[in-house]
């Protein structure tokens, strides 16, 4: 789990369920400016099953306020965790942003109950502007 901690307090949180180091180091720099968003990183759906259910070494963590979800995942897809979370009251209310390398599994997952969905981008300002954007519409507080 990678933890990312800043000098002030995080006023979100948000876990990435991401196996590609590669990738979740580049979700990491993106997110690594701001200063309001905790971010963990766990590398597969058991984990983190573990980790919404404040077991084990989660059993100090807050719920997530935002997912970030890969679908090629060892173990079980990211599928199986979209499955389980419709199931289970507690986890309905936390959006998941699936974040993966291909479409065609777009009208599926959110069929599944994903909140949006979004092609890992090709270069460092687009993974820029697809996280500000992703931050904007599931972290930013209502505008008055």
């Known amino acids: 789990m990678i933890d990312h901690t800043h000098n ?14 590669g990738d979740a180091n580049l979700v990491s ?7 309001d968003i905790l971010m963990q990183v766990v590398e597969n759906v058991v984990t983190a099953f573990q980790f919404l259910q404040r ?10 306020d935002l997912i970030l979800l890969d679908l090629n995942l060892p173990i079980f897809s990211g599928k199986a965790l979209l499955q389980e979370r419709s199931r ?9 942003v699936v974040f993966t390398s291909s479409a065609r599994d777009r009208e ?3 069929a599944l109950g994903a909140n949006d969905f979004v092609v890992k ?7 820029n502007r697809t996280f ?3 931050i904007a519409k599931f972290l930013s507080p209502p505008s008055l």
């Open 8 to 21: 002030t307090e995080p006023r979100f949180q948000v876990l990435l369920i991401e196996d590609n180091p």
């Open 88 to 96: 289970q009251a507690q986890w309905k209310c936390i959006p998941v």
């Open 121 to 127: 981008p090709d270069d460092w300002k687009e993974w």
């Open 108 to 110: 599926e997952c959110l």
């Open 55 to 64: 077991r084990d070494r989660f059993a100090t963590v807050s719920t997530p």
């Open 132 to 134: 500000d954007k992703v």
């Open 29 to 35: 720099l993106v997110m690594n400016h701001r200063t």
